[in-house]
């Protein structure tokens, strides 16, 4: 029905359906929520008891393994494509176990797919502190942006119904969107000195972005984020209970690797955006006009993404932050520089507007912990 080559998932129909007659089926619900580093995950397979000399009518085995999530990675799944993240466990992949179901233990909710034996640039040092090779999991994100895409319906926990319910409430007034699945951007190998861009995009009626425009940015940085925001999915807005289209702004910062002593960076764009078609635009989201960098919290070499969502004021003002993805010791480092930004306030029908603006820091390793790691491995 639908293939998604850039994230290795596709989404298939059986003609005609073998489970209509005299059989009883059952649905793993789909996660929004992505596993946690440290949480224990559950790979379920049936196997064909000759993997490479398989027939239809041969006997299956049924395989069940525990593994622990080590780390998230981004990866090239379609050579020439964008990257796709990756999570990492503890888990030899058997033979004809790529694409069994990985669930959570705690919620038995569906959080990714076996994607196969995980062979990047960090697998040696991450196989030798676990003593066996490492599996990777294709987060469960990418299917669901496959589906909506798609407008193809799927089952979900009764937590995630009774969220899409909520948000279908026929409450007076507006309502903006809500995110249900995202991910960060990947971090450009070949940059030394860290970068940032902005979004203005529509959230359509079927809560994906749409007419997405570049307020700021420039490639490697661009590539990374619109491969990244293009599978996004939210709840959609509403006005007086009525489904309705509106922006909202998406600012990714890269910061720069971190070399100590280094004091948090700051860049101004309040001149350049005073006289942008997007700062006079009569529909548009929120946007940053004076962003800071997080100051890298010392002792650690964590790297990844966190992701906030702020809600600015008719005037400008952060009014409040959420966390929509957050990466200890990361995610109060992210906050912190957060509150020191400055917006220009979104607008709807001309007038100024409450409007959300979500935030992503991607993070890479510090330079000081590169260097160990790599003196390390030359010993």
Do not use: C
Not at 194 to 200: H, K, W
Not at 240 to 268: K, L, M, S
Not at 313 to 337: C, F, H, M, N, W
């Amino acid at each position: 029905m639908a293939i998604d080559r850039e994230h290795d998932v596709a989404v298939l129909r059986i003609t005609p359906n073998s489970f209509a007659d005299n059989y009883k089926v059952s649905s793993l619900p789909l996660s929004y929520d992505r596993p946690l580093h440290g949480q224990t995950v559950l790979t379920t397979a049936l196997l064909p008891s000759k993997p490479r000399d398989a027939y239809t009518l041969n006997a299956t085995i049924e395989t069940r393994s525990w593994g622990e999530v080590l780390d998230s990675e981004f990866s090239q799944l379609d050579k020439g494509k964008g990257e796709t993240e990756l999570f990492l466990f503890n888990h030899d992949i058997i033979l004809g176990q790529s694409g069994a179901p990985v669930t959570s233990t705690g919620s038995h909710e569906v959080v990714g797919l076996v994607e196969g034996q995980w062979l990047g640039h960090d697998t040696l040092a991450i196989a030798t502190a676990e003593q066996h090779t490492l599996g990777a999991i294709l987060p469960i994100h990418y299917a669901i942006a496959l589906l909506q895409q798609k407008h193809i319906a799927w089952h979900t926990s009764s937590a995630d119904s009774e969220h899409q319910e909520n948000g279908g409430e026929q409450a007076k007034g507006f309502s903006p969107p809500a995110a249900l699945s995202l991910v960060p951007a990947a971090y450009p190998s070949q940059s030394l000195f860290g970068g940032e861009v902005v979004l203005d995009a529509l959230v359509d009626s079927s809560g994906r972005l749409a007419d997405i425009k570049v307020v700021r940015g420039e490639s490697p940085f661009l590539d990374k984020t619109l491969v990244a925001v293009r599978t996004w999915t939210f709840l959609p807005a509403r006005n007086d209970g009525q489904v309705v289209e509106t922006r909202i702004g998406i600012a990714f910062q890269f910061p720069q690797p971190y070399v100590p002593p280094r004091t948090a960076t700051t860049h101004n764009y309040e001149d350049e955006s005073a006289d942008s078609p997007e700062k006079n635009s009569a529909e548009r989201g929120a946007l940053p006009v004076v962003t800071v960098e997080p100051e890298y919290p010392s002792g650690t070499d964590v790297h990844g993404g966190v992701i906030l969502s702020a809600d600015i004021s008719e005037q400008g003002r952060l009014d409040s932050v959420k966390v929509l993805r957050g990466l200890d010791p990361l995610t109060p480092a992210a906050i912190a520089a957060l509150r020191q930004w400055h917006f220009a306030p979104g607008k709807r029908s001309g007038a100024n507007a409450n409007s959300p603006v979500i935030v992503v820091f991607t993070f890479t390793r510090p330079v000081v912990a590169v260097r160990a790691q790599a003196s390390r491995s030359s010993q």
